[in-house]
């Protein structure tokens, strides 16, 4: 079958389509309606049909393949290199699931785990799963504040974390960052289950504070029965940023999940039974939880959990592990080729790599002079695909196991399967022509395994994604263009979220910690291109004192401040790579921050019409400040 009439039957006929994709994943109970789409958009896959995706990913591969590898868990850092079975990683998370109940966590609590990449963060996902609990990754370089907003949504009963993780040879003291966030919290959780790795003091609170290894040594013996969840139940929560500074709770089903991540092993990412696959994100990124966490288990093959750089102590990290376990298909980010790039070939080239065969990358646009590197270094083919935390799986991709069209560079290709992907005009909602520029929508219903709804908040959930346009079609917030070929170019956001390394960030929370310094009366932080990050945060403050910010070391000193402040609140990844100090902001009249016009002046673009802003002066200014050698003030 051709890639065409594959796609066209997805979007033309989705019960069908999905029911036959539906038996790539075990159900205990079959079935009886495919999609139910009677509330738009709310859509609901596979009713009345319970299964469980620990099942799926473990105990379905125990006959099979039980001594094949399941999970190869390497530490960069430590030096710790740790392989489970299937046999053995079912072992283990059946004393994970029986830890977990000893805690009191059962069906449909939430368990919030907030853990370096290490081999129990990936057997507690498992647990939860296996249990019917919804666990929610909080990504470790998040710090106290954004934990404890996703801790105050999430209202778990039980956090999951530990002493440390370690970044490029520096300590990340998760505990310590943990216990200030709980501190932060409106709902701070019952109970603490704490992995000891011996990195970092790790005091504990009497009575809350429970330990991983005391207790997993009384549950060795144990067998905990999977929990048969019906397909609309609740799988996981991964926050995301949005343009509010309240992240929003993306929420998952449990068989749409499974079935979409099985169909895109099957057709994307050409995963076999007994292969190794290696995705470099986080867990706590959407491409980690879908690809690190379940989907290449659920196709019967070893996952890789990373923890590390790829080039800390030296850029042989990653194609040691190729090497030794013969990883066939590798997931990463563009970021971290460019990170890459950098450095002698020579590191990369040493390794035996010929088990590889194809290298994926998403998460921020793929520019042509790194794919061509990357293509030309490891002599495989590279798959750009495009999606969001939304989406929990590609949007746009060229589905290589079916399609043996040729990739375009820059570009992401065509929309996957089950998402009717159009284009419209921004203002009028019309479609748009080829080669004409537009907001990169999707037809509802929205296929398997994508966001159900914002935790807590179906009417957010309707508001942010379903109301742009007079028509309800789900808004990606992306600027997009296709060619005359069919081919999708993605050129940005057209909200305030920035992607930093792939990482994205909502602007919000950025100025929400900024404007809780001392000297900041007002803030606006846009997102500006950088080669190496894709995007940096750079921010303009109004300071409410500004007289002592003439003196150039001064003001060095408050940009150093405000840097430290977001590093504390929210991770580095929010750290503005400069503050500028202004005395006015560009707003229009009715009181509008534009920030495009900042961002376009920022990177020496035309800040564009004008019209309507308050004071032109602003700019001007913004202007003179960036010409200058250090921030001023205004
Ligand atoms: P996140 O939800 O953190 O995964 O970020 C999703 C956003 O990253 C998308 O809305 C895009 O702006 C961007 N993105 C992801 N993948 C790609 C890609 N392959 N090309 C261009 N932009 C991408």
């Known amino acids: 079958m051709s890639y065409e009439s594959f796609y066209q039957r997805s979007v033309d006929d989705p019960d069908g ?32 049909g319970t299964t469980n995706l620990c099942h799926n990913a473990l105990d379905r591969w125990l006959t099979s393949q039980p001594d094949a590898l399941a999970l190869i868990a390497v530490s960069a850092e430590t030096g710790e290199e740790r392989t489970f079975t299937f046999r053995q ?41 296996r249990i019917g609990a919804i ?31 370690s970044r490029g040879g520096k300590v990340i003291p998760y505990k310590k960052l943990l216990d200030d966030a709980i501190a932060l919290s409106h709902n701070p959780p019952p109970q603490v289950l704490l992995v000891d790795r011996g990195l970092a003091d790790m005091p504990r609170v009497a009575g809350r504070d429970q330990d991983y290894a005391t207790l997993r040594e009384q549950h060795l013996e144990a067998r905990v029965p999977v929990c048969w969840l019906e397909s609309g139940e609740i799988s996981c929560i991964l926050y995301t940023s949005g343009t509010t500074g309240k992240p929003k709770g993306v929420q998952r089903d449990v068989g749409g999940y499974g079935v979409a991540l099985a169909t895109t092993m099957a057709t994307i990412f050409g995963g076999k039974a007994g292969g190794v696959f290696f995705c470099t994100s986080d867990i706590g990124w959407v491409v980690g939880h879908s690809y690190i966490v379940y989907a290449p288990l659920l196709a019967g093959m070893a996952t890789v959990v990373f923890e590390g750089t790829p080039t800390w102590p030296d850029c042989s990290q990653w194609w040691r592990i190729v090497e030794k376990y013969r990883v066939s298909r590798m ?91 159009q284009l419209v005009n921004e203002h009028t909602g019309e479609l748009c022509g080829p080669d004409e520029k537009g907001m990169v929508v999707i037809e509802g219903p929205l296929p398997p395994g994508c966001i159900q709804t914002i935790w807590g908040d179906d009417a957010r959930f309707v508001s942010t994604y379903w109301s742009l346009f007079e028509r309800p079609v789900y808004a990606t917030f992306d600027w997009g263009i296709r060619d005359q070929d069919g081919y999708y170019f993605i050129l940005g956001r057209t909200d305030d979220v920035i992607n930093v390394s792939g990482h994205r960030l909502g602007t919000r929370e950025i100025e929400e910690s900024i ?29 409410k004192q500004g007289d002592s910010l003439l003196l150039a070391d001064v003001a060095q000193q408050e940009e150093q401040a405000i840097q430290h402040r977001v590093d504390d609140n929210l991770g580095h990844f929010g750290r503005p790579a400069r503050v500028y100090f202004v005395s006015r902001l560009p707003k229009t009249r009715s009181g509008k921050m534009l920030r495009r016009a900042l961002q376009a002046v920022c990177e020496g673009r035309d800040p564009g019409d004008l019209t309507t802003i308050e004071d032109p002066e602003a700019l001007r200014e913004i202007q003179r400040v960036l010409g200058g050698p250090t921030a001023r003030a205004g």
């Open 17 to 48: 389509f999905w029911a036959e994709q539906a038996r790539r994943i075990d159900w205990q109970t079959p079935f009886d309606r495919t999609l139910d789409y009677r509330n738009p958009p709310f859509a609901r896959w596979f009713c009345g």
């Open 89 to 129: 990683l079912h072992t283990e998370v059946n004393r994970t699931a029986a830890m977990l109940q000893s805690l009191g966590v059962g069906r449909g609590d939430r368990v919030l785990v907030y853990m370096p990449m290490i081999a129990e963060a990936h057997i507690t996902l498992l647990a939860c799963a």
């Open 135 to 165: 666990h929610s990754v909080v990504f470790g370089g998040f710090a106290s504040h954004s934990l404890a907003a996703r801790i105050d949504d999430a209202r778990p009963v039980l956090i999951v974390s530990a002493d440390a993780g």
């Open 331 to 421: 997931f990463s980010a563009p970021t971290a080729i460019r990170v890459l790039k950098k450095f002698p070939t020579a590191q990369i080239r040493n390794h035996d790599l010929s088990s590889l065969e194809a290298l994926y990358l998403a998460g921020e646009p793929l520019d042509e002079p790194t794919a061509r590197w990357v293509t030309e270094t490891l002599g495989i083919p590279v798959v750009d695909n495009y999606w969001q935390t939304e989406s929990g799986w590609p949007i746009m991709a060229l589905a290589r196991a079916l399609d043996d069209r040729p990739t375009r560079p820059g570009s992401p290709g065509m929309p996957v399967f089950g998402y009717n992907v």
């Open 515 to 543: 404007s809780g310094y001392a000297n900041v009366a007002e803030v606006a932080v846009v997102g500006v291109k950088d080669t190496l990050k894709g995007q940096v945060a750079v921010a303009f403050v109004i300071p």
